[in-house]
């Protein structure tokens, strides 16, 4: 884990995710995602991680369940996890603390939550989670979809954490809600009437299905989508032909990469002349 560990101790790496994650968070809150995100090794920029805070509340941490996933696969405790469905028509029994589930493919019944199971080196006895899909269903977006998929998410995320309580105590899963009454991470997100690529579209309506309507909304703001795929693209050819985020920034004079502009010349004008340079160093070392 230790490019995770380097990457959470790169003062110019964190620069941009406190611009990005934490401007708005106290010390407190800060000190407290950032030893998280050291702990976990997971990357904010992958969305792996990330913090929300509305107004004067408790900011909230949120993983990714994909982050959960990456940093169990990774310690060197985890033995494996299984995650399946449940129906109705489904057999469940615990014994001794593990799990069986029996059931047929055909006539399985209603769906009524899911189950997942994390097996852990240190210890004989797994540790398991089931969830009720009533407590997380929603009548729209991706959960009225593929519910299935969704409870599945949500009982991974939380067996996953449960198991690792130490790395990611105090965060959530983007995919769990939150009643009414609750002052938890629970939130609306919107998409604000601009142009938006058809992929951000969607996750919006991921985001805001999964995570209930019980906080202020918030917009997702981006770019048309031919907009944000040019710069993309020349920064995703600079690392193929060997070049890193440092050369990026010294050529284009930025911070870091998250301060490229699709409108700046100069910064196009830049990361083309590096290609450039990169591509004929290969060719020269006859690389390719």
Request: net charge negative; charged share 25%; glycine share 8%.
């Amino acid at each position: 884990m230790s490019n995770e560990i380097t990457f959470w101790e790169d003062k110019s790496n964190l620069k941009c995710v406190k611009e990005i994650y934490g401007k708005s968070l106290n010390d407190s809150e800060w000190n407290t995602f950032l030893e998280i995100g050291k702990a976990s090794g997971l990357n904010p920029f992958l969305k792996e991680i990330w913090a929300v805070k509305y107004g004067t509340a408790a900011a909230q941490i949120f993983i990714g369940r994909d982050g959960y996933r990456i940093f169990a696969v990774k310690n060197k405790d985890y033995d494996g996890h299984t995650v399946s469905s449940i129906y109705s028509n489904d057999t469940l029994k615990v014994s001794n603390g593990a799990v069986t589930h029996e059931y047929a493919l055909k006539n399985r019944g209603d769906l009524i939550g899911a189950i997942c199971t994390v097996y852990k080196k240190s210890t004989s006895v797994p540790v398991y989670v089931s969830v009720n899909i009533e407590e997380y269903i929603q009548k729209h977006g991706v959960w009225a979809d593929k519910p299935e998929t969704m409870i599945k998410k949500v009982a991974e995320a939380q067996a996953l954490r449960m198991a690792f309580p130490k790395q990611f105590n105090g965060t959530y899963s983007e995919y769990e809600m939150w009643n009414e009454n609750q002052k938890g991470p629970g939130m609306r997100v919107v998409k604000e009437e601009t142009p938006l690529s058809k992929a951000y579209a969607s996750k919006a309506d991921e985001i805001t299905a999964s995570m209930g309507g019980n906080v202020d909304q918030v917009a997702i703001i981006h770019e048309p989508e031919e907009a944000i795929t040019r710069i993309t693209k020349i920064v995703d050819a600079i690392h193929d032909l060997g070049g890193d985020d440092e050369d990026i920034c010294v050529i284009t004079q930025v911070d870091c990469i998250q301060d490229l502009d699709e409108y700046n010349d100069k910064h196009i004008e830049g990361l083309t002349t590096l290609g450039k340079r990169l591509k004929s160093m290969k060719l020269r070392d006859g690389d390719i």
